[in-house]
C-alpha cells in the first residue's frame, strides 16, 4: 500500500508542484492542495496500486489545475468578491501574522532573516542573532518568554510579524497574540516534525480560524526529512479536527539560519522572497471598517521610563489619533474615561510616532497609566469586545518572606509588602499567571502553567533586587462538577533518546504513573520518541532524573493535556539531604569527611548556617554535616594533610534547586545567591494543600 509521502513523490505530483511554483511567480494564491492529498490517501485504502495512483494523480491534477486558475484571477474579479457588510473592507495595504512552533523550531531566527532581508539593518551594521530576544534571560537561555513586535514593508504592503514563545509555559504570551492577527506561520523543524507544543499553538489557531501557513524550517539540516515532517503536520490537523478549508493550508520550505525558501525542499531561493509572497498571497488581509466608531482591544503592556505604561494591541474597527479622549470599557464593568497621549506604530524592531492608525494595524500608546490586558478602548456608540480568556495554571509554589540566619544581608526589597507589589506588577501582564494570599501575611501562592514559568519570575525578581524564600512546587487540585471526585493535570512528556537508554526512561515514566501513548522506532541516528501521559505531579523533579539515568542526553517536551483522575501516591525522592550543622565557613578540612555521606553543594571558604541543606544524602534520610569544622592545632603536621583531595562541588542552577526540594524544605533567593534550606514553619501537609 502506498503512503501518503510516498504519492506526494510521484512524477505527476512533482508536476503538479511546478505548477504551484508557477502560481508562487505570479504572486497570487499558492498552496498545496493538502485536502486533495487527504482524498488521495483515502483513496488509497481500496484497490489496486495501479488504480490507487490513478486516483492521487487526477486530484492532484485537479487540484493544480484549482490553485492556477485562483492565481489568475484578475484584480477586478478578486474585488468583486469583496464583502462590504456593515462597511467592512479588506486592507491590502496590510498582513499581520504571528510566528508559531514548538521551542527551538527557529522563530527568532527566521525573524531575524526576515528583518536582514527587508533591509531593517545598514549594510555595515553589525547585528546581533536573535535581536527579537531583547530579554538577558532570553538570550543567556536561548528562549523566547515575552511576545515582540517589528513589521516589515514587502512590495508596498506592511507586514507586521509578532514573534511568540515555543515553551508550554508561556502559552499565555500565545493566546494573547493570536488576537491581533489574521494569520500565522507555523514552523516545524525538518527533522523533529510536530512535537507537544506545536500541537498546542496549532490547536489554539484553529480554534480561532486563522489562517495557517506551514513552513518546514531546518531543511539544511543532516537528517531532514521535509515530506515526513508534512505528512505528520497534516495528520496534526486532522487529529485537532480542523475543517477542510483549513486542511487546505500552503506549505513552504526554509532554512531561517540561512535566509532561504522555496516551494520544494530542493528547489530554495536565494533569499525568502518566496515565503514574502506566500505571507502577501495566502494570509488574509485585516477585514474591517474604518469608518466607524473606534473600538481597539489591549493585548499587551509594556512600559517606558519617560512614557510610563505603554498598552498595545490592534485597532479592530475605526481609527485612532493621538491626544484623543476615549473610553475604557469591558463588558461586565462601567466604562471609565481617559485620554490617549503619544501613539506609534511598528517599524522594523522600533516604535515610531504617528498621529492616527486606522483599524486592522497594530500600534501602541500611551496616557493610560490604569488600562490593563483585555480591556477594550472605544470611542462614540462602539461595544467593548470580550476579554481575553487564557487556560488555568496547573502548579503553585508559596513565596514568603526571607527568615535564614542571612536574610537581609544581599537582597534590596525584603519585605512582604515589597514582594506583594511586585507580584502584582506581574499579574498586569502574565495572564496565565495568578497571585492569592497564605495562610500567613508574608506568605504569597503563586500559580503558573509549569515550573519554567515560575522559575523565570523567580529569576527575574532576583535579579531586580528581590530577596525572599520559595517553597516546593505543588500540582493544582480541582473536583469533578459531576462526581465531585478528586482530579489532578495531566501533561503529554515526549522523550527523545539513544536506543540504549529507553529502557530506563521507559521504567522511570512508569513508576511515575505515566501511561505509554507511543513508542516509536528508532530513526537513522539510533534516536528514539517516547511519548506518555504523566501527571503533572510526575514531571517535577523527573527533567534532572532523566538527564542523570541518560547521561545527559535525553531531550524531555511537555504540554497539558487535561485533568483526569487522581492517580494515588507517588514516590518521594530517593536521597535525603546533608544539612548543616552550625553556621560559619565551609573548610577543606570538614568536606574531606563529609564527601564521604553523599554529593556536595558547597566548597572550601562557602558561607553556612545551621539548617542550610548542603548536599544531597547517598541514602534515604537527611542527616545532619558539620562542613565548617575546623582542625584542632597543633605542632604535628601530618603527611595527609598535604595530600587531601576533595571532590568537585555540584552546581545547582536555580532551575536545578526548584525541582531538588521536598515538602519540608525551602529555596533562599537572593541577588547573590540561591540556597536550599530545610523549612521550620511549614510541615509537609501544609505544603501539599
Known amino acids: 500500500m502506498a503512503s501518503f509521502s510516498a504519492i506526494v513523490q510521484t512524477p505527476v505530483a512533482k508536476v503538479a508542484n511546478k505548477a504551484r511554483n508557477t502560481a508562487v511567480k505570479a504572486q497570487k494564491n499558492v498552496a498545496v492542495s493538502v485536502s486533495s492529498l487527504r482524498n488521495s490517501r483515502a483513496a488509497v485504502l481500496g484497490g489496486s496500486e495501479q488504480a490507487r495512483l490513478a486516483g492521487a494523480v487526477s486530484r492532484q491534477q485537479t487540484a493544480s489545475s484549482n490553485h492556477r486558475a485562483a492565481g489568475l484571477r484578475t484584480n477586478a474579479a478578486a474585488a468583486a468578491e469583496v464583502s462590504t457588510e456593515a462597511g467592512k473592507a479588506s486592507r491590502e495595504d496590510v498582513r499581520n501574522i504571528a510566528i508559531i512552533a514548538h521551542v527551538d523550531h527557529g522563530k527568532t531566527t527566521l525573524v531575524d532573516a526576515m528583518l536582514a532581508q527587508s533591509k531593517v539593518f545598514r549594510d555595515n551594521q553589525k547585528v546581533e542573532e536573535r535581536i527579537m530576544d531583547s530579554n538577558d534571560i532570553e538570550r543567556e537561555r536561548g528562549i523566547t518568554i515575552l511576545s515582540k513586535n517589528t513589521a516589515v514593508s514587502y512590495k508596498g504592503k506592511k507586514i507586521n510579524i509578532i514573534d511568540t514563545p515555543g515553551h508550554a509555559d508561556f502559552g499565555g504570551e500565545v493566546e494573547r497574540v493570536l488576537n491581533m492577527v489574521?494569520?500565522?506561520?507555523?514552523?516545524?523543524?525538518?527533522?523533529?516534525?510536530?512535537?507537544?507544543?506545536?500541537?498546542?499553538?496549532?490547536?489554539?489557531?484553529?480554534?480561532?480560524?486563522?489562517?495557517?501557513?506551514?513552513?518546514?524550517?531546518?531543511?539544511?539540516?543532516?537528517?531532514?526529512?521535509?515530506?515526513?515532517?508534512?505528512?505528520?503536520?497534516?495528520?496534526?490537523?486532522?487529529?485537532?479536527?480542523?475543517?477542510?478549508?483549513?486542511?487546505?493550508?500552503?506549505?513552504?520550505?526554509?532554512?531561517?539560519?540561512?535566509?532561504?525558501?522555496?516551494?520544494?525542499?530542493?528547489?530554495?531561493?536565494?533569499?525568502?522572497?518566496?515565503?514574502?509572497?506566500?505571507?502577501?498571497?495566502?494570509?488574509?488581509?485585516?477585514?474591517?471598517?474604518?469608518?466607524?466608531?473606534?473600538?481597539m482591544l489591549i493585548t499587551n503592556l509594556d512600559y517606558d521610563e519617560h512614557k510610563g505604561r505603554i498598552a498595545l494591541g490592534r485597532v479592530n474597527a475605526g481609527k485612532v489619533t493621538k491626544q484623543m479622549s476615549i473610553k475604557i470599557a469591558t463588558p461586565d464593568k462601567d466604562p471609565r474615561s481617559g485620554k490617549i497621549g503619544e501613539l506609534f506604530i511598528y517599524e522594523n524592531f522600533i516604535r515610531t510616532g504617528v498621529?492616527?492608525?486606522?483599524?486592522?494595524?497594530?500600534?501602541?500608546?500611551?496616557?493610560?497609566?490604569?488600562?490593563?490586558?483585555?480591556?477594550?478602548?472605544?470611542?462614540?456608540?462602539?461595544?467593548?469586545?470580550?476579554?481575553?480568556?487564557?487556560?488555568?495554571?496547573?502548579?503553585?509554589?508559596?513565596?514568603?518572606?526571607?527568615?535564614?540566619?542571612?536574610?537581609?544581608?544581599?537582597?534590596?526589597?525584603?519585605?512582604?509588602?515589597?514582594?506583594r507589589d511586585r507580584l502584582s506588577k506581574e499579574l498586569e501582564r502574565n495572564l496565565a499567571l495568578k497571585v492569592e494570599d497564605g495562610d500567613t501575611a508574608d506568605t504569597f501562592l503563586v500559580s503558573g502553567r509549569g515550573s519554567l514559568h515560575i522559575t523565570i519570575l523567580i529569576e527575574n525578581m532576583r535579579r531586580e533586587g528581590y530577596e525572599f524564600c520559595v517553597g516546593p512546587p505543588m500540582v493544582i487540585i480541582q473536583n469533578d462538577p459531576e462526581t465531585g471526585a478528586k482530579q489532578e493535570p495531566y501533561e503529554e512528556a515526549v522523550v527523545e533518546v539513544g536506543e540504549q537508554y529507553t529502557g530506563a526512561v521507559v521504567d522511570m515514566l512508569?513508576?511515575?504513573?505515566?501511561?505509554?501513548?507511543?513508542?516509536?522506532?528508532?530513526?537513522?541516528?539510533?534516536?528514539?520518541?517516547?511519548?506518555?501521559?504523566?501527571?503533572?505531579?510526575?514531571?517535577?523533579?523527573?527533567?534532572?532524573?532523566?538527564?542523570?539515568?541518560?547521561?545527559?542526553?535525553?531531550?524531555?517536551?511537555?504540554?497539558?493535556?487535561?485533568?483526569?483522575?487522581?492517580?494515588?501516591?507517588?514516590?518521594?525522592?530517593?536521597?535525603?539531604?546533608?544539612?548543616?550543622?552550625?553556621?560559619?565557613?565551609?573548610?577543606?578540612?570538614?568536606?574531606?569527611?563529609?564527601?564521604?555521606?553523599?554529593?556536595?553543594?558547597?566548597?572550601?571558604?562557602?558561607?553556612?548556617?545551621?539548617?542550610?541543606?548542603?548536599?544531597?544524602?547517598?541514602?534515604?534520610?537527611?542527616?545532619?554535616?558539620?562542613?565548617?569544622?575546623?582542625?584542632?592545632?597543633?605542632?604535628?603536621?601530618?603527611?595527609?594533610?598535604?595530600?587531601?583531595?576533595?571532590?568537585?562541588?555540584?552546581?545547582?542552577?536555580?532551575?536545578?534547586?526548584?525541582?531538588?526540594?521536598?515538602?519540608?524544605?525551602?529555596?533562599?533567593?537572593?541577588?547573590?545567591?540561591?540556597?536550599?534550606?530545610?523549612?521550620?514553619?511549614?510541615?509537609?501537609?501544609?505544603?501539599?494543600?
Open 182 to 295: 489574521d494569520g500565522v506561520l507555523l514552523l516545524v523543524d525538518s527533522v523533529e516534525g510536530p512535537m507537544p507544543q506545536t500541537r498546542f499553538v496549532l490547536k489554539k489557531a484553529l480554534e480561532l480560524n486563522k489562517k495557517v501557513v506551514l513552513v518546514v524550517n531546518k531543511v539544511d539540516r543532516d537528517g531532514a526529512r521535509p515530506e515526513y515532517v508534512l505528512d505528520k503536520t497534516f495528520d496534526l490537523f486532522v487529529d485537532l479536527g480542523a475543517t477542510d478549508e483549513q486542511c487546505d493550508f500552503p506549505v513552504i520550505f526554509a532554512s531561517g539560519m540561512n535566509g532561504i525558501a522555496g516551494p520544494e525542499p530542493d528547489e530554495l531561493a536565494e533569499n525568502l522572497e518566496p515565503m514574502f509572497e506566500m505571507i502577501v498571497n495566502d494570509v488574509p488581509p485585516p477585514f474591517v471598517n474604518t469608518d466607524t466608531d473606534l473600538q
Open 510 to 689: 512508569s513508576s511515575r504513573k505515566g501511561q505509554m501513548l507511543d513508542l516509536n522506532a528508532c530513526d537513522s541516528r539510533g534516536q528514539c520518541v517516547i511519548k506518555y501521559k504523566i501527571p503533572t505531579r510526575g514531571l517535577l523533579g523527573l527533567r534532572n532524573a532523566l538527564l542523570t539515568a541518560t547521561r545527559g542526553t535525553a531531550v524531555l517536551n511537555t504540554v497539558f493535556l487535561e485533568y483526569g483522575e487522581w492517580s494515588g501516591d507517588l514516590k518521594e525522592r530517593d536521597q535525603g539531604s546533608l544539612i548543616a550543622h552550625e553556621t560559619g565557613a565551609v573548610t577543606s578540612y570538614a568536606l574531606f569527611s563529609a564527601q564521604e555521606r553523599g554529593n556536595l553543594f558547597v566548597k572550601p571558604g562557602d558561607e553556612v548556617y545551621e539548617g542550610q541543606i548542603v548536599g544531597v544524602h547517598q541514602r534515604a534520610g537527611d542527616l545532619k554535616v558539620n562542613v565548617a569544622k575546623k582542625k584542632a592545632a597543633t605542632n604535628v603536621r601530618s603527611n595527609k594533610d598535604a595530600t587531601v583531595v576533595l571532590n568537585e562541588a555540584k552546581t545547582m542552577s536555580l532551575d536545578d534547586c526548584f525541582e531538588y526540594i521536598a515538602a519540608d524544605e525551602l529555596m533562599e533567593i537572593t541577588p547573590a545567591s540561591v540556597r536550599l534550606l530545610k523549612n521550620k514553619k511549614m510541615d509537609a501537609k501544609a505544603m501539599r494543600r
Open 355 to 419: 498621529d492616527e492608525v486606522m483599524a486592522g494595524d497594530i500600534c501602541a500608546l500611551s496616557g493610560l497609566p490604569d488600562i490593563g490586558i483585555g480591556e477594550t478602548i472605544i470611542f462614540g456608540a462602539a461595544e467593548p469586545l470580550p476579554t481575553i480568556e487564557v487556560e488555568e495554571p496547573t502548579v503553585k509554589v508559596a513565596f514568603v518572606v526571607n527568615t535564614s540566619p542571612f536574610a537581609g544581608n544581599e537582597g534590596k526589597f525584603v519585605t512582604s509588602r515589597n514582594i
